[in-house]
């Protein structure tokens, strides 16, 4: 991981994909269970977007179903639901964005810190 990335990371990253899929994929208007099983549906379809199972290679497409990969993605999947409840709680009556922001970019610094503090971490670019 470069440094630009990691500032990505912790900084656009968190916006653009809260204001996706915690804002503009939320079903309201429905029953709860409407409203949580498409909280399940599109953080299936958000941990499937990260690069844990698959890369692009020159050849192209690569499916890499390893544990490592699997775990990741059930990390992110797990993660994924955690900032639906922040976001659909009764603590959060105006349904704010915010705590899935501020949750989302402090996963994600945490991230950048341990692949810094494990030497994972190259140069600017």
Avoid: Q
Avoid at 102 to 108: D, M, P
Wanted: aromatic letters at 18%.
């Amino acid at each position: 991981m470069t440094w630009l990335f990691g500032l990505y990371a912790v900084i656009a990253a968190p916006v653009f994909e809260e204001i996706i899929f915690r804002g503009w994929l939320v079903i309201e208007g429905r029953s709860r269970a409407t409203m949580w099983a498409a909280a399940v549906g599109a953080s299936v379809c958000f941990a499937a977007l990260h690069p844990f199972l698959w890369r692009w290679e020159d050849r192209g497409f690569v499916f890499t179903a390893d544990a490592k990969g699997w775990f990741s993605t059930a990390m992110v999947f797990a993660t994924s639901l955690w900032l639906y409840l922040a976001r659909l709680a009764s603590w959060n009556p105006k349904r704010s964005l915010l705590p899935c922001f501020a949750g989302h970019a402090a996963k994600n610094l945490g991230v950048v810190v341990v692949k810094a503090a494990t030497g994972f971490m190259a140069g600017p670019w």
